[in-house]
């Protein structure tokens, strides 16, 4: 089986569980309420049902290769990933000042368009996600595993999710300042991305299914690199990224003034008149089909596309160097395949 066949399942396996955990929340807190209100509820769990699955893939490859045996108990809980994930989209869309993710309005949009009234729109978004935090908690607790693993998990939260917010912060730092370092903002993804999206997911798994502390560090030291990999993929996505794929306008990231390493390299490579362009384009409201063109030209023209693509391939396979087969199960092929599926994914 492929391994985007298996992404299939488990997105379907954990759609299952995040439609249980809702309409088990809208009968406690919405029940008997006017039709708006629990549209809110129905709009967080639309939101939530929707991508890719990446990080509960991670986790579940994890559990698996550790040796974790109950599929129904661990997607249960593995739901508090995607409660989590969602919460920091909605927050990142608001922050971003996005339209669209996963090619649908956004949540702040979607309501702020329903009234008329952004403020309205923004308000919601706000505390809805906020709930989702919450709601992600909650999840823990109810799960059925010992109380030391659910310790184990808050403690790992606690670091991971403060890392995001800082990663958060920088982003937000480094598009008002005029010069930040390759360092500085492999730094930034590595806070972002790095801990939150690929460590946190597969340290996860590795809790839930009682593994070794050898085989906590390996994946640690495994996954650490893949969030680079995942980030600067995201990068290229968002300028060559097909929208009907992506989910989101080409060029945001440009149009938004984001310092990416994708760009640092461009900007380091190109001539006074393109520079001057690539700089321009956070002062337009909206990228043109010609803008896109001439910035994917000079991209293309700066050697990053190639030279990015070495430098993924290069943190892939050190990345896999760092697993010891023999410490794990067969299903730790599935956590390395999926290592390099952050390669040639195209969403």
């Known amino acids: 089986m492929s391994i985007e066949t298996k992404l299939q399942k488990i997105r379907f396996l954990a759609n299952a569980r995040i439609l249980e955990f809702f309409k088990a929340e809208e009968n406690k807190l919405t029940a008997g309420l ?14 939530c049902l929707g991508g890719k699955k990446i990080r509960i893939a991670l986790a579940y490859f994890s559990y698996l ?3 974790g045996k109950s599929k129904k108990k661990f997607f249960r809980t593995a739901v508090s990933l995607e409660l989590f994930h ?76 403060s890392r995001v917010c800082l990663g958060e912060f920088l982003d937000i730092y480094f598009a008002k300042v005029k010069k930040v370092s390759a360092k500085e903002l492999l730094f930034g993804y590595d806070c972002k991305t790095g801990g939150y999206t690929t460590t946190l997911p597969v340290v996860f798994g590795a809790h839930l299914a009682g593994a070794s502390y050898r085989q906590i560090k390996e994946l640690t030291e495994f996954s650490g690199p893949l969030g ?35 760009l640092d390299f461009v900007m380091k490579n190109a001539d006074c008149r393109e520079k001057k362009y690539l700089n321009s384009l956070a002062n337009k409201r909206k990228l043109l089909f010609k803008d896109i063109f001439k ?39 599935d956590l390395l395949a999926l290592a390099d599926y952050f390669l040639i994914r195209s969403s």
């Open 228 to 262: 680079q990999v995942f980030q600067i993929k995201d990068d290229i996505l968002d300028v060559f990224g097909n929208k009907s794929k992506f989910g989101k306008d080409p060029g945001s990231d440009l149009l938004n003034g984001k310092k990416t390493i994708l």
């Open 295 to 333: 910035i994917r030209k000079i991209i293309r023209k700066s050697g990053a596309i190639t030279y990015f693509d070495k430098y993924t391939e290069n943190l892939v396979f050190k990345a896999k160097a760092k697993i010891n087969k023999k410490n794990f199960n067969r299903n730790v092929c």
């Open 65 to 67: 290769a550790c040796g």
């Open 34 to 47: 006017n039709a708006e209100i629990r549209n809110i509820m129905s709009q967080l769990e639309r939101f």
């Open 86 to 161: 969602n919460f920091f989209l909605i927050h990142d869309d608001i922050i971003d000042k996005d339209n669209y993710r996963r090619n649908k309005l956004t949540f702040h949009k979607y309501f702020g368009e329903k009234r008329g009234d952004l403020h309205y729109g923004l308000s919601l978004a706000i505390i809805g996600a906020d709930l989702l935090n919450f709601f992600a908690y909650k999840n823990l607790d109810n799960s059925r595993y010992p109380e030391k693993v659910k310790n184990n998990i808050r403690k790992l939260f606690s670091v991971f999710l």
